[in-house]
């Protein structure tokens, strides 16, 4: 109900829900802090007396400023129990194009990005339900398979789409099933077909920001993806584009602490905050080539079961 450009609910919309405007809350912006307790309170914590309190924050915004992602050049990719790739941006100046979402941070910072409902989720649930074997001690055996060599076209839909297609009833689908199908293979395929899903958001958001003569530096974050090297290897490859592996771990609250000290005065533009990172994961151009058909594979099946988007 928000019209991200006014900064005001969306009065049509109002309209025709027989909304009142004082039936919702006043808008504010994420400076907008206020100080002091009510009398109990501050009797029982009086170090907090003063402290001032700002807005919540969602945690995409959050985690973008804490690994960050706060400026325009540094995209996230998140893969934790579910996935991401955000893109701070002008909220005046993107249009979010279809597949993709808009939200703000703050009134001068936007989030543009995609979200997978599938990430660690899915090897977790292959390990409980399907008995194979933690990706913690698979990963020697399944970075040894060669990319797409176990004839496997995987939709990992375990709890439906959300982007591009956001089909809600979406499931999971395995195709290719043989009978020297192993247990790694599945293991891979899955892992090869959650980078295809991030690849499809990738491009689109590429395309949204204009951005195909300056390539984003994307850095990583997330359980799944910085607990697995063999993952990482396979997004990078998948994408074409180098990874950064974040160094922070809380990237939630420290980008929540960084936003409250340019709040107060006492940190003059987050985005000038440097990242801690690792050493960058480089992709080859080979492996890269064999996913992108393997990605195309994914998306004829794709358009069998769910229709096609682009349409």
Not at 70 to 83: D, H, K, P, R, V
Not at 104 to 115: E, K, M, Q, T, Y
């Amino acid at each position: 109900m928000l019209v991200i450009r006014e900064r005001n609910w969306d009065r049509e919309l109002m309209g025709v829900l027989g909304i009142r405007p004082e039936q919702l809350p006043q808008l504010g912006d994420f400076q907008d802090g206020i100080r002091g307790l009510r009398p109990e309170y501050a009797a029982r914590w009086p170090a907090l007396r003063d402290i001032p309190w700002y807005p919540a924050l969602g945690d995409g915004a959050a985690a973008n400023v804490g690994s960050g992602c706060a400026i325009m050049g540094n995209w996230a990719l998140t893969i934790g129990t579910s996935s991401a790739i955000r893109a701070v941006v002008s909220p005046d100046k993107v249009v979010p194009p279809a597949g993709l979402w808009l939200y703000l941070v703050d009134s001068s910072r936007a989030l543009l990005g995609g979200a997978l409902s599938e990430g660690g989720n899915v090897f977790a649930w292959m390990e409980k339900t399907l008995q194979l074997p933690s990706l913690k001690y698979a990963e020697p055996q399944v970075a040894a398979l060669p990319p797409d060599s176990h004839g496997l076209t995987i939709l990992p839909f375990i709890s439906g789409e959300r982007s591009l297609g956001w089909h809600a009833e979406a499931r999971a689908v395995v195709a290719g099933i043989m009978t020297h199908t192993t247990q790694f293979d599945i293991l891979r395929a899955s892992m090869e077909a959650l980078a295809y899903q991030l690849r499809a958001v990738y491009q689109q958001l590429i395309q949204a920001l204009d951005m195909q003569e300056t390539e984003p530096k994307l850095i990583a974050s997330g359980g799944a993806l910085l607990s697995s090297p063999v993952l990482q290897q396979i997004v990078v490859d998948t994408l074409g584009t180098s990874l950064y592996p974040s160094n922070e771990h809380e990237a939630s609250a420290r980008g929540v602490a960084l936003l409250a000290l340019e709040a107060m005065g006492i940190l003059p533009d987050v985005g000038k905050v440097l990242p801690s990172l690792a050493a960058p994961v480089q992709p080859d151009a080979g492996r890269g080539e064999i996913y992108q058909q393997a990605a195309a594979r994914q998306w004829e099946l794709y358009k069998t079961l769910l229709g096609d988007i682009s349409e």
